[in-house]
């Protein structure tokens, strides 16, 4: 497993992080039991993932800490995040919710705490309000790094992240950029890089790149948007297919070789898929010409998250 220093934060992370939520939250979504999931986790740990994001929402911080069980804690960079949306976060629910997240994962300390889902209405009053919190348990040592999560479906144009990289307060931000929209290169990355902010990608597979009908049915949109020009996906996936293993394959590897990106986030409830994309962060790059191709084809999208059409 290729590893990265996480920017500012000098943690040597995996470039394949596993994600403890998504559509599948590690099988919690898909019939798997907490110990199968565990176990999945422990898989991705024995196959050089150090690296593994969760959240108070979504119920599985104590999956990964059962799967932390037994494991030099220092081995596994462990990232988890705090809801702000829909509920009015006070210094005091914060610290318990912190408190909660630390007994949940069976740990004293948190590598990366972020704010989970932050619009860009909420983002000031986070800043004034709560990041003094957060410095405040990074000086009891309950954190170590704080971080920034978008709510992409709905800052699909990465609006809450810009404020922050202006505030230059955050040593993480995760991020959703994929194949399809790339939007986030120009309006995030570039300034990121500058500042040597540590950067997390989510959505690289979503739905749109699960499978190729699912992309075909999110091509055809928009295309029919005017996002997408016909002349450009003569043999759009096929040239892709080609090259690669699958469209998940291509996809991770897509925003693995993204200059500035340093972790991708991969969810999964599938233990075949999760060796598939264990197997894909060990291949090369895509060739550069690929990539430009992709590049040139969704220049103009900004539409989509990959989730839904
Ligand atoms: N706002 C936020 O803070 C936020 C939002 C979203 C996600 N996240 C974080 O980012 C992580 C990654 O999220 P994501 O959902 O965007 O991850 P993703 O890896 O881009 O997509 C996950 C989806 O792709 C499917 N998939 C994965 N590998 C596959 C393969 N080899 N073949 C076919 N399908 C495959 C999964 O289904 P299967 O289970 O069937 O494999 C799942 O439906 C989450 O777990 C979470 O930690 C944060």
Known sequence: MQTTILGRTGLTVSRMG??????????????????????????????????????????????????????????????????????????????????????????????????HGVVPQDYPRLVTDIYPI????????????VGLSEMFNEDLGHTMLQMALTDDLWDVLMVGFNLLNQTAREKVFAQAMEQNVGIQIM???????????????????????????????DDFPAFLLAQTDSLPDAAYRFC??????????????????????????????????TRDRLKHIFRRVDSTTGQSI
């Open 18 to 115: 596993v994600g403890a939520g998504g559509p599948s939250q590690i099988g919690r979504k898909t019939g798997l039991s907490e110990n199968e999931s565990a176990d999945l986790l422990r898989h991705a740990f024995d196959q050089g993932v150090n690296f593994v994001d969760t959240a108070e929402g979504y119920g599985t911080e104590p999956i990964v800490g059962q799967a932390l069980q037994g494991r030099d804690r220092s081995s596994i960079i462990v990232s988890t995040k705090k809801s702000t949306r829909r509920q009015e976060v006070t210094a005091q629910t914060l610290q318990a919710s912190l408190d909660q997240s630390l007994q949940n994962l069976g740990t004293d300390y948190i590598d990366l705490y972020n704010l």
């Open 134 to 145: 957060l410095q405040k348990a990074q000086d009891q040592g309950k954190i170590r790094f």
């Open 203 to 233: 959505f690289a597979v979503r739905k749109a790149l699960s499978h190729p009908d699912n992309l075909r049915a999110f091509v055809a949109d928009l295309v029919q948007k005017g996002q997408i020009a016909p002349a450009d996906i």
């Open 256 to 289: 693995r070789d993204e200059p500035g990106v340093h972790i991708v986030l991969s969810g999964t409830g599938n233990a075949e898929h999760l060796d598939a994309n264990l197997a894909s962060f060990a291949q090369l790059s895509l060739s550069q010409e």
